[in-house]
Nanobody, 124 residues
Framework: QLVESGGASVQAGGSLRLSCVASGDTIGRYCMGWFRQIPDKEREGVAGIDSDGSTAYGGSVKGRFTISKDNANTNSTVYLQMNNLKPEDTAMYYC???????????????????WGQGTQVTVS
């Protein structure tokens, strides 16, 4: 189970940190990703972090967003730090997981098998 939180309405140039809590040792063993989606559009891969800590980012967020994880506790957490937010970052943000690390290199929706319910980010 993946549970996201941290979405909010912010002004352009502001920052937010999204969190995704996963049960068990999912975050320690799985590829974890963040996606975003706006109505009538496909989900866009934003960032991924693999079990070894290696990361990947979608082109539109490089240099502004940072993915990290804390899997030291029973309920581990993946974070997405979003800085210098722009109106085009407005979307529903989803946490995703997959046991196969290739998902963290492709950042494609079809390569992730587990999804959270999403958290809304609005930038104005």
């Amino acid at each position: 189970q993946l549970v996201e939180s941290g979405g909010a309405s912010v002004q352009a140039g502001g920052s937010l940190r999204l969190s995704c809590v996963a049960s068990g040792d999912t975050i320690g063993r799985y590829c974890m990703g963040w996606f975003r989606q706006i109505p009538d559009k496909e989900r866009e891969g934003v960032a991924g972090i693999d079990s070894d800590g290696s990361t990947a980012y979608g082109g539109s967020v490089k240099g502004r967003f940072t993915i990290s994880k804390d899997n030291a506790n029973t309920n581990s957490t993946v974070y997405l730090q979003m800085n210098n937010l722009k109106p085009e970052d407005t979307a529903m943000y989803y946490c995703a997981a997959n046991p196969d690390g290739i998902a963290c290199r492709t950042l494609l929706e079809r390569d992730f098998g587990y999804w959270g319910q999403g958290t809304q980010v609005t930038v104005s």
